[in-house]
């Protein structure tokens, strides 16, 4: 597995590891999908294989999948690694936070001398889903870190963590991924994807990989194939929009609908780069309106149909119609 569209995180990361001064605690910050949970989960991976031998021998963070650290770490059974997320409940569906307990049992990982190497690791993905008690837990920790021990804290929204934990972390910020490395992490992650189709999810993701895998999980061609006729011809009688919202409504088709408040801005600013004069004029207005319904629905919940005919509409205008 390689990590596309990180360069410049990768390389703080190593130049910080050559320098022999390791932060004991990394801030991983950036949009959701771009790469930060791999980040942490590679990096952490290179730290352990190259203490415990053989050492890998190249820059970066990849090791290789054959590595004896790599086949126990992906197995689960690393003894000095710990991977922290949201558990599932007694339904089969995620908890809300990452719970106390959690945190605490990572009193079990340095209450005794490490295993395979000196150095333990970390990974909580992610410490946005820590619930109040746990992070003054974590606090504890990042406070007097044990020796040889790092962690790796994947953050969406730093700015609401405690000043605190922040204050003990370096921070490593991750960007929005250009086209080409879109392509290439598509190309790995999907494999089975024609050419085509991997390429018509990159303008639609926006730069987040892990956004472009939902889509693709949810199969919006035909989605993208209403909107777009919508845009382009309009739709005088209502049918199509109408149509449109009355899928969308039902609550199974929730993450549906979800997708298609962000594809529908994504495909009028597409279209309007190859348009011109008052064509061009009223794809940017809708463009705005579009935005805007995408953001305010979700917000407000306001209801599904309503919205998705309302987003309808704002497509068939720049049409003229």
């Known amino acids: 597995m390689r990590l596309f569209g990180q360069d410049k995180a990768i390389a703080a990361f190593t130049t910080a590891r050559a320098s022999g001064a390791l932060h004991h605690a990394w801030l991983l910050t950036g949009p959701r999908g771009v790469g930060k949970a791999l980040f942490a989960d590679m990096a952490s991976l290179r730290v352990l294989a190259d203490a415990a031998g053989p050492p890998v021998g190249s820059d970066g963070i990849d090791t290789?999948?054959?590595?004896?650290?790599?086949r126990l770490v992906a197995a689960g059974s690393h003894p000095d690694f710990r991977r922290l997320e949201r558990e599932a409940n007694d339904k089969g569906d995620?908890?809300?936070s990452i719970g106390i307990k959690q945190v605490r049992e990572l009193g079990g990982l340095f209450g005794v001398a490490p295993s395979m190497s000196p150095w333990r690791a970390v990974v909580i993905d992610s410490i946005d889903d820590l619930e109040g008690p746990a992070a003054n837990a974590l606090l504890k920790m990042l406070e007097e870190p044990p020796p040889n021990s790092i962690f790796f804290l994947v953050s969406h929204a730093p700015g609401r963590l405690l000043p605190t934990i922040r204050s003990r972390c370096r921070r490593l910020d991750f960007g929005l991924i250009d086209a080409d490395a879109?392509?290439?992490?598509?190309q790995q992650?999907?494999?089975?994807?024609?050419?085509a189709e991997r390429e018509r999810l990159v303008p639609l993701a926006g730069g987040s990989v892990g956004k472009a895998l939902a889509y693709a999980?949810?199969?919006?061609?035909?989605?993208?194939?209403?909107?777009?006729?919508?845009?382009?011809?309009?739709d005088r009688d209502n049918s199509r929009r109408s149509k449109l919202a009355s899928s969308l409504a039902l609550k199974a088709a929730a993450p549906r609908y979800a997708a298609f408040l962000e594809l529908a801005p994504a495909l009028i600013a597409r279209e309007a780069r190859a348009m011109e004069g008052p064509a061009r004029q009223r794809a940017l207005d809708a463009y705005a309106k579009a935005r805007e319904t995408a953001v305010l629905g979700p917000r407000l919940s306001l209801d599904p149909a309503?919205?998705?005919?309302?987003?309808g509409s704002i497509l068939a205008s720049v049409a003229g119609d």
């Open 64 to 70: 290789p999948e054959d590595h004896p650290i790599a």
């Open 94 to 96: 995620l908890k809300r």
């Open 182 to 186: 879109m392509t290439s992490a598509l």
């Open 189 to 195: 992650a999907l494999p089975e994807l024609s050419g």
């Open 217 to 234: 999980e949810l199969d919006l061609a035909p989605l993208e194939e209403e909107a777009l006729s919508i845009l382009r011809t309009g």
């Open 306 to 311: 309503a919205t998705t005919f309302q987003m």
